[in-house]
């Protein structure tokens, strides 16, 4: 059953019933947990995947059973409306209560919370989980698209963009972005990508400009003045290539749901996911042909972790931090990274868990199309947020439909 909103006044006034006193100290655990008890989190998350949706259920399930906190998962189409309503409520003078108690959250939105002072903490090493997360393997946990990420978002799973296609139908796929430049020209109305503003859409228009760039480093850094000079080869790729996608480049699909759709359909022939294992999970739900397999560039492909944060008026933190903290329950990691339940990537380390715990996810069987870990090769970093947003801005003045 689809959640829906409720109205922004209703959530005001409910949410200021639960305000809490006053700040939860996540070094004291126990009045946390004391805290945390009875009280209802609104976790703002994507909700365009019913397979993550079904996930963040029974995260719910557990997190009720464990502490007596209930779980509400509010369902974004885009992280930025739950930022704008927190941006909104700070200028209305609500520094309490406020409507959203935890966010799944990266790049852009991350960045400008962050830097307008809206989260809570830093509150992420300080869980009782935190030990078992792998900094020094998957530094990316601490990097937020080039931003440090210091404690004000609790890092809960790991990806990176793999390319998926079905290896009955194209035998020897393009493994770089010349080569699937090429590959596009050949096989005209066989390739596509999410719309931008959507998050893969753009995802691709970083991949594309990393694939264009002789010196890519310059992304790290925030757009200057040379943008123009930096994006021309991108809009030349693009130019060429959208009269010869998927409907002419006319329409294009709203997300990675319906991407993969067009890959199930058989309308296209590669499709992209930023969940390694998304291919193995629609195979093992009857969703997408068995012959479908995944691949990197050889390049590289673009790599990063989604957090959870708090912001720093929500009603319900003492919750929200147990949240945060029980997504990094071993079982709950070894659970996403089930090709059967999501197929995400743990941000724990193996060396650093049980011999129980290494044993769930040594149990695991990745699936048939999921790359094993040495063969993801190099994840390139996140550019600065600016340039997703810059870029995408421009994608919707030169390509978006209905101009």
């Not at 126990?30 to 995260?59: C, K, M, Y």
């Not at 852009?108 to 090493?125: D, I, V, Y």
């Not at 294992?277 to 560039?297: H, K, M, N, P, Y």
């Amino acid at each position: 059953m689809r959640l829906r909103y409720l109205p922004f006044a209703f959530c005001l006034a409910f949410h200021g019933l639960a305000a809490s006193a006053q700040t939860p100290d996540p070094s004291d655990w126990d009045s946390v947990l004391e805290e945390a008890r009875g009280q209802t989190v609104f976790w703002h998350a994507w909700g365009g995947d019913p397979r993550i949706n079904a996930f963040i259920a029974s995260v719910g399930a557990d997190l009720q059973a464990r502490y007596g906190v209930s779980l509400e998962h509010v369902r974004l189409a885009d992280t930025a409306d739950a930022v704008t309503r927190v941006i909104s409520e700070r200028q209305a003078g609500r520094d309490h209560g406020g409507a959203v108690d935890a966010i799944w959250i990266n790049g852009a939105n991350f960045a400008s919370m962050k830097e307008q002072g809206l989260l809570f903490g830093p509150f992420a090493e300080s869980l009782p989980s935190w030990p078992l997360v792998d900094t020094e393997a998957n530094p990316a946990v601490l990097i937020d698209f080039t931003l440090p990420v210091e404690g004000f978002g609790s890092p809960w799973a790991m990806f990176q963009m793999v390319f998926e296609y079905d290896s009955a139908v194209l035998a020897d796929p393009p493994r770089s972005l010349d080569a699937l430049r090429a590959w596009i020209a050949e096989n005209p109305g066989r390739f596509t990508y999410p719309q931008p503003p959507d998050f893969l859409g753009t995802s691709f228009l970083k991949q594309a400009l990393y694939g264009v760039l002789d010196d890519p480093s310059v992304l790290l850094e925030p757009v200057g003045e040379d943008y123009d000079a930096v994006t021309a080869p991108l809009w030349a790729f693009l130019d060429e290539i959208t009269p010869k996608l998927w409907r002419q480049g006319r329409a294009y699909p709203a997300n990675e749901p319906a991407l993969g759709q067009l890959l199930a359909d058989g309308e296209i022939d590669i499709a992209f996911a930023f969940n390694p294992g998304r291919a193995s999970a629609a195979i093992a739900d009857g969703e997408l042909q068995d012959s479908v397999r995944t691949l990197v560039f050889d390049e590289g492909t673009l790599a990063n972790s989604s957090y959870l944060s708090i912001p720093y008026n929500a009603a319900n933190t003492a919750g929200a931090l147990v949240l945060a903290n029980l997504i990094l329950d071993p079982e709950i990691q070894a659970r996403a990274q089930d090709p059967d339940v999501l197929g995400f990537q743990t941000v724990l380390g193996m060396h650093l868990l049980e011999e129980g715990d290494r044993a769930r996810f040594n149990a695991l069987e990745l699936g048939i199309a999921t790359l094993a870990p040495d063969e993801l090769g190099s994840g390139l970093l996140e550019p600065h947020p600016s340039w997703m947003t810059r870029i995408a801005e421009d994608w919707a003045m030169r390509y978006g439909v209905g101009q």
